[in-house]
Structure formats: structure tokens, C-alpha cells
């Protein structure tokens, strides 16, 4: 995973400080590989221990392992794949146990848990009604847009609505995050892996790698990594409620 994809997966951790290296970093990188903790440090006005704790947060065993890993970025010149298999490996990458953990518990905790996606990712919606249900925990799904603002309209703090949407921008769905987060109701998010307008509502964002694919004028986007993203949602469910 690169550099920036980790800063984005773990943005939840990061704090201001922990902002300005980051942006020191990407601004610098070809000298950054060349630097000691020390000499990176004084150029920062911070100390390394600082430098280490922001390298394990994004998942690095420490400091040089991060500057390795950006060391072996900028000598790479591999093209991006799309095959299934590295959309797969990207996605296992991608999930964090603790997003995964904290998901749970605010699943389990609600009063009511309403799922809400548009198209293709309804049928996901469906599954983790039925994955909750085997957990004992009670979800609703509606296909109808406006049963799922009459639901919403009866919802509050205590419950949470679970929106799946790859790109993250679509209407319909960004529509009933709005009326969601008017009232205070609390948003789990699954998306594609990148920046987008859902998020921004979401008190959780999970994500797969999933990136959208035209064929022949067909939508042939691979749904696999979102099935892996829930799965491994489930499956802590069920180990641990």
C-alpha cells in the first residue's frame, strides 16, 4: 500500500502534527529517503519519537520501514493492475481491525440498524440484514426510497444507518445520508477506496478497493472486495455478540 493510501485509510488517527510531517513527506520525497530521524525531526521542530509514533500509525513496523516503503515507491515503475486477485490483495490491505471492531459495537449497540444502497449494492444490503439476523441483532432493508425515509423519519441517536455506495456520490444515497444526518443519526459508510462526498457524513468510513469498469457501455465493476469488506464485518459479529 502506498504512502498516501495508508495516510488516507488511518486519517482517522492523525492529528495536526502528525499533518505536517505527512505533508513535509510528500512534499519531499526523493530527500526524505536520504534523511535520518534526527536531521527530519529538527527540520520539523518535533523529536523522532513523534516521527515513530506517526510511522506505526500508518501501520509501518517504524520509521525506517516507512522510508523504505517510500524508497521502493519512487524506483517502482509497475503499472497499477486491475485483475481480480490485486483487487482482492488491496481490499484485505485496506480492511482495519479496528474500523472493523468499532463497527460492530455500534451495530450492536443500536436500537435499530437500517441499511440503504441503490442498484447492484442493495443485494449487499440484503446480505447483512440476513448476516445480522444469524448474530440475533434485528436490520432493516427497504428497496423503496420512500420507506426508507419513513423509517429514518422514525429514527434517532440510538440507532445507525449503514449506506453502501461505491463511488460514494451517488444522489439517492447522498440524499438520505442528508436527511439522516440532519436528524443526528449516526452513519457507517462503505465505499470504493477514495475521496468522496458520503464520507464527509459518515462518523465511519469503511472501505474496499473496487474501482469502477466500462465494458461495451456495461458496468462490469467487480463487487467481489465488497462482499470481503462485509465479510470480515460479519464474521467479527458473529465471534465476538
Request: hydrophobic residues 35%; proline residues 2%; aromatic residues 10%.
Amino acid at each position: 500500500m502506498k504512502f498516501i493510501e495508508r495516510v488516507h485509510k488511518f486519517e482517522y488517527k492523525l492529528n495536526d502534527t502528525d499533518d505536517q510531517i505527512i505533508e513535509y513527506i510528500e512534499q519531499n520525497k526523493q530527500s526524505f529517503v536520504s534523511q535520518s530521524i534526527q536531521s527530519l525531526a529538527a527540520n520539523l521542530y518535533t523529536v523522532p519519537n513523534t516521527i515513530t509514533r506517526l510511522s506505526k500509525k500508518l501501520g509501518y513496523d517504524g520509521f525506517s520501514h516507512l522510508k523504505n516503503s517510500i524508497k521502493e515507491e519512487l524506483e517502482s515503475t509497475k503499472a497499477p493492475e486491475d485483475s481480480s486477485y490485486s483487487l482482492i490483495q488491496k481490499t484485505f490491505e485496506l480492511i482495519d481491525m479496528e474500523r472493523i471492531e468499532t463497527t460492530a459495537k455500534i451495530l450492536h449497540d443500536a436500537k435499530h440498524v437500517l441499511f440503504f444502497g441503490v442498484g447492484d449494492t442493495a443485494d449487499f444490503c440484503e446480505i447483512m440484514v440476513r448476516n445480522l439476523r444469524v448474530g440475533g441483532k434485528t436490520a432493516i432493508h427497504y428497496i423503496h426510497r420512500h420507506e426508507t425515509v419513513h423509517m429514518i423519519d422514525q429514527m434517532n441517536q440510538q440507532d445507525v444507518l449503514f449506506l453502501i455506495s461505491l463511488s460514494g456520490e451517488t444522489p439517492q444515497t447522498l440524499e438520505i445520508a442528508k436527511r439522516a444526518s440532519e436528524k443526528g443519526i449516526p452513519i457507517i459508510s462503505l465505499t470504493h477506496f477514495t475521496r468522496n462526498s458520503l464520507q464527509e457524513v459518515a462518523v465511519i468510513n469503511l472501505y474496499c478497493f473496487t474501482p469502477k469498469k466500462i465494458k461495451n457501455g456495461y458496468n462490469i465493476t467487480d463487487r467481489t472486495p465488497i462482499m470481503i469488506l462485509l465479510q470480515a464485518l460479519s464474521q467479527y459479529y458473529w465471534d465476538h455478540f
